[in-house]
C-alpha cells in the first residue's frame, strides 16, 4: 500500500526557511519521480518542484528559493524553501509521477 507522509509545516515570517519532508513507502521509491505540489484556498494545485535520479526543475515562481533534494535510503523527498513570501502559503503534497496517490499535505502559512 502506498504511503506518503509529508511534514515539517507551519507558520513562518515572510523571509524566513522551512524544510518539509515526505516520507514515502509502498513502491519502489528510488525509481520514480517526485514532485512537490502546492494548492492554496480557492486555487487549482500547483507543481513547484521536481526530481529524477540525476535533475531538478522548478517554476519561476520559486526557483532560486525553493531546493527539492531526495535520500533513496530513506525513502524520503524534502523540500527546503528559503525567503518565504506570504504567497507561498498553501498545502503542500509530495507526489510520485505515474502514481495515483497524495498524502494528507503539510499546511505552510507565511505572515506578512
Known amino acids: 500500500q502506498v504511503q506518503l507522509v509529508e511534514s515539517g509545516g507551519g507558520l513562518v515570517q515572510s523571509g524566513g526557511s522551512l524544510r518539509l519532508s515526505c516520507a514515502a513507502s509502498?513502491?519502489?521509491?528510488?525509481?520514480?519521480?517526485m514532485s512537490w505540489y502546492r494548492q492554496a484556498p480557492g486555487k487549482e494545485r500547483e507543481l513547484v518542484a521536481t526530481?529524477?535520479?540525476?535533475?531538478?526543475s522548478y517554476p519561476d515562481s520559486v526557483k532560486g528559493r525553493f531546493t527539492i533534494s531526495r535520500d533513496n535510503a530513506k525513502n524520503t523527498v524534502y523540500l527546503q524553501m528559503n525567503s518565504l513570501k506570504p504567497e507561498d502559503t498553501a498545502v503542500y503534497y509530495c507526489?510520485?509521477?505515474?502514481?495515483?496517490?497524495w498524502g494528507q499535505g503539510t499546511q505552510v502559512t507565511v505572515s506578512s
Open positions: 507526489h510520485p509521477m505515474g502514481l495515483s496517490y
Open positions: 509502498g513502491f519502489t521509491f528510488s525509481s520514480y519521480v
Open positions: 526530481i529524477t535520479s540525476t535533475r531538478t
